[in-house]
């Protein structure tokens, strides 16, 4: 009888054993979304349960992520993590670039938040994502600029390499143009290729022309004109740039 009792528990253990360890195993998300809403928990709670969200990757949790950035009582610290947050949740729909897109055109948002927003458009690979971005490109704010085409050589948009070249000639600041020719080169694209050989031949900064070096030595077949411009930088005089045109580490 002890034996039949015990087959009998092993069976049904077996049988319950999955589903009680998949539970366990399943990240507590219904759990940390209340903690982030949760306005009396203490801020540094709510932006552990945040970034856990952000782990997790769970569509469903787009909504109390969207929430939170859009309250505008909301601390900035909490509001910038659930931007971040929401650039991860990328299944969340077109819902989370609309609240982002809300919340960097408000009167008044802090700059960290803003740049934080432009990033997440970035990883969100939203096309219509573009517009945004390149509205940000005209803001008097280097480092919104900066964000603005970091986020275009996420973004994953063609229409990002004719932005980008067509911003260069009145960007002044030269860690712009060098984040601008380290997105072109997500792009392997001949329109690509002719901006980063004209920087790497014209531009007066080393940074600007060490990032069109990297660049160019991504793609795996180059123009005429890229491949001219690299064999000229051999005789440029940072010693970065040399070894970049050559295809070594600077």
């Given amino acids: 009888m002890k034996m039949i009792v015990l087959f ?13 360890y998949a539970a366990s195993d399943q990240p507590e998300a219904a759990s940390d979304a209340a903690v982030a809403l949760d306005y009396k928990m203490d801020s540094g709670e709510r932006i552990q349960a945040i970034q856990r969200m952000a ?15 859009l309250d505008k009582a909301e601390e900035p610290g909490v509001r910038a993590s659930a931007a971040r947050a929401l650039g991860e949740v990328r299944e969340s729909g ?24 432009l990033m997440s458009i970035g990883k969100l690979k939203d096309l219509t994502g573009i517009s945004l971005l390149k509205e940000a490109l005209a803001e008097s704010d280097p480092m919104i600029r900066f964000k603005a085409v970091q986020a275009m050589g996420d973004l994953g948009s063609a229409e990002a390499v004719s932005i980008i070249s067509g911003h260069l000639d009145a960007e002044k600041d030269k860690m712009v143009r060098a984040q601008a020719a380290k997105a072109l080169g997500s792009y392997d694209l001949e329109a690509s290729q002719l901006c980063l050989a004209g920087l790497l031949k014209n531009d007066p900064e080393a940074l600007v022309r060490l990032n069109a070096a990297l660049s160019l030595n991504r793609f795996s077949s180059l123009t005429a004109e890229a491949r001219s411009a690299l064999e000229a930088a051999g005789g440029d005089p940072s010693i970065m740039v040399r070894e970049a045109a050559k295809g070594e580490k600077p």
Wanted: charged letters at 20%; zero cysteines; a negative charge.
């Fill in 55 to 69: 782990v997790q990757k769970d569509a469903d949790s787009a909504g109390s992520l969207i929430s939170i950035l």
């Fill in 94 to 117: 077109p819902e989370s670039l609309k609240a982002l897109s809300e919340v960097f055109r408000e009167p008044g948002a802090e700059a960290n938040l803003r740049y934080t927003i």
């Fill in 8 to 20: 009998l528990a092993t069976v049904l253990l077996a049988i319950l054993s999955p589903e009680i």
